[in-house]
């Protein structure tokens, strides 16, 4: 901070005029700094006109240089002439007026001598310690020359003597400490200019990173007010002019993939968890969009228990491409899903029938067992051709949920007695337990719980073999809890929080010794997701599973829905509209190819689950 040359034995400028004049000029409060200098100018000068027994010489050279005093802070602190780039015009002017006030004006223990003080302000300031010892030694030659030449002249007294020697004594103790507190102001100001050099470093550094970023970042207030961004941003939002300063929502307008405007307040979070989301849509015209992908998270300033929202980081990235390439991944697979359906369904019904007549054949033992196999794998194709269809349809969103009353117990009861068969060929037993307190009707989407129940009782089928598989439900809140209960492999803790995941199968041998596609319990959660559901597995390895789902009784609904289809009729000549059961559309069921013998087989990863069936009319019947 301080560059130090000796010259003429004298210490050079430590802090050049440019380096303190523009601080000074806006720190400081000139009328302030003007009126304490005016005082202190108009005190001397009337102190000395007033006093008795002033020869005149002296009171008009106390004028004189309080006139001369008062000139050179108008000139310092307006800067005329340029007055502060030249320090050493001023410090010379100050030691005259100190000189000449205290050895011919002033009294031999006046307390105006402490104006001596401005000399070593100003020393010290520009030429730091030795500048202040420069202002000391001046100071203590004027007071012992005047001292003896009092002592020489007049005679002093011992009480004279004293508060001479008092007043230089007291003024080297001031000025010193004043150093030593000039010292410390001088370490905390270098190591504050250290610290804004390396946070100026490190906010080049940021900036820099943030340029070079591909993803659009911006960083917003608490007040939603944008402060920093980067290239991306001005990319992403087709503008060139500076966003600083400005609210989010003032020049980009967003919507979600329903056209609802999304405004600032909708992506901020509401807590300490960040928000992602995928469904926003940058509209640029009205034919021009981009979709994106949003990723809102709190700024906070500490980790204590109070903490204070410093503001937002939301990151954007342009999605289109992926978008459309999911969209045409899910039209494919519906595509290839749907015309696969007819020929799989033939080949099926074909090995069936040649089963069935094989079976009926003595010594057909080895034809009946290829037949057996080439059916089952139909089966397994078809079960899977209809999870890529629900799994299409669900990705789509085309999914609705259609209400309608039925009794959870005998939904059980239809799922028990498909799948006994298959259980049995196990060696296994399946049952079913109904709380008393389940109602004997509720109103929710039966298909959709039947195929999520069919998942969940297909797999524990498949990774189970012994015991007891058990199909359960029970009141809870406004709804019911349906669980499946197994007595198979498991699944570990890790896995446990991905099964739900897309196409995830665990590394387990005993999972991957069967067929699966990864997609039944991803289906499991798009279902629950329309039926405002809620699932969960508890598991243990070797000891068994149990999944459960929560379904909220929407009876409200339903009478609402009823009611409001009822209006029409009531009210215009038209044609009543059709039952709600006969109104299903999108709705996935239990697959064709399903049967009590052989369950069906899309199964999902590590434990005891099945992916879902995709929907049919039809309940599931016998194939053999």
């Not at 307190?437 to 719980?449: C, E």
Request: glycine share 4%.
């Amino acid at each position: 901070m301080y560059n130090k040359f000796k010259h003429k034995g004298v210490n050079r400028l430590i802090r050049s005029p440019e380096e303190l004049s523009s601080p000074i000029k806006s720190a400081v409060d000139r009328r302030a700094v003007v009126f304490s200098h005016l005082l202190l100018a108009f005190t001397v000068t009337l102190h000395t006109w007033l006093a008795p027994n002033v020869p005149a010489y002296q009171k008009y050279t106390a004028l004189g240089l309080g006139i001369g005093f008062v000139c050179l802070i108008l000139f310092r602190f307006f800067d005329f002439a340029r007055v502060n780039n030249r320090p050493k015009t001023y410090l010379v002017f100050y030691a005259i007026v100190i000189f000449i006030g205290i050895a011919l004006i002033s009294d031999p223990a006046t307390p105006y001598a402490l104006g001596a003080f401005m000399m070593v302000f100003w020393m010290n300031l520009y030429y730091g310690s030795k500048g202040v010892m420069y202002a000391i030694g001046f100071f203590a030659f004027i007071t012992i020359s005047k001292y003896f030449y009092l002592q020489s002249t007049i005679g002093l007294s011992y009480a004279d003597k004293l508060n001479i020697i008092a007043t230089l004594l007291v003024f080297i103790a001031i000025s010193s400490l004043f150093v030593n507190i000039q010292k410390v102001f001088d370490w905390d100001r270098a190591r504050l200019k250290e610290t804004i050099r390396e946070s100026a470093v490190e906010q080049k550094r940021l900036r820099a990173l943030i340029n070079n970023m591909t993803e659009s970042v911006l960083v917003l207030d608490k007040e939603g007010i944008i402060r920093l961004y980067n290239a991306a941003a001005l990319a992403l939002f087709n503008t060139n002019n500076s966003l600083s300063d400005k609210p989010l929502d003032g020049f980009i307008k967003l919507e979600d993939e329903k056209g609802s405007i999304i405004t600032t307040a909708d992506l901020l979070p509401k807590n300490t968890r960040p928000i992602v989301r995928t469904d926003v849509v940058l509209r640029y015209s009205k034919d021009d969009a981009a979709s994106l992908s949003i990723i809102s998270t709190p700024i906070r300033s500490t980790f204590g228990q109070e903490r204070d929202e410093e503001g937002y980081v939301i990151t954007m990235r342009d999605i289109t491409r992926e978008k459309s390439l999911e969209e045409e991944r899910d039209e494919f697979i519906s595509v290839i899903s749907h015309e696969l359906r007819t020929p799989v369904t033939v080949a099926e019904a074909g090995v069936s029938n040649a089963l069935l007549l094989a079976k009926k054949i003595q010594g057909s033992e080895k034809l009946t067992k290829s037949l057996q196999t080439a059916h089952d794998q139909s089966v397994f194709l078809a079960n899977m051709l209809n999870d890529l269809t629900t799994f299409a349809r669900a990705e789509k969103g085309t999914l609705e949920l259609n209400l309608e009353s039925f009794d959870p117990r005998e939904m059980l009861s239809n799922l028990c007695n498909d799948y006994v068969t298959a259980v049995r060929a196990k060696g296994m037993n399946i049952i079913t337990s109904a709380d008393p307190s389940t109602p004997l009707l509720m109103a929710s989407n039966r298909l959709y719980i039947r195929e999520i129940l069919q998942n969940f009782l297909t797999n524990a089928i498949k990774y189970s073999d012994k015991g007891t598989i058990t199909l359960s439900a029970r009141a809870k809140d406004k709804g019911v809890l349906y669980s499946v209960t197994d007595q198979g492999i498991g699944i570990s803790v890790s896995d446990q929080k991905k099964v739900f995941e897309k196409f995830f199968r665990t590394e387990d041998y005993r999972t991957r010794s069967t067929n699966g596609t990864g997609l039944g319990l991803y289906i499991v959660k798009k279902l629950a997701k329309i039926l405002d559901a809620s699932f969960e597995v508890q598991s243990e390895v070797g000891k068994g599973s149990t999944f459960s789902i929560y379904v909220p009784d929407k009876a409200d609904a339903l009478a609402a829905k009823k009611a409001a289809e009822a209006v029409p009729v009531a009210t215009t000549h038209v044609s009543s509209p059709a039952p709600v059961a006969a109104s299903t559309v999108q709705t996935p069921a239990p697959s064709a190819a399903a049967t009590p013998q052989q369950p069906p087989a899309a199964a999902l990863s590590p434990a005891p689950t099945q992916a879902p069936s995709p929907p049919t009319p039809a309940a599931p019947t016998q194939t053999q």
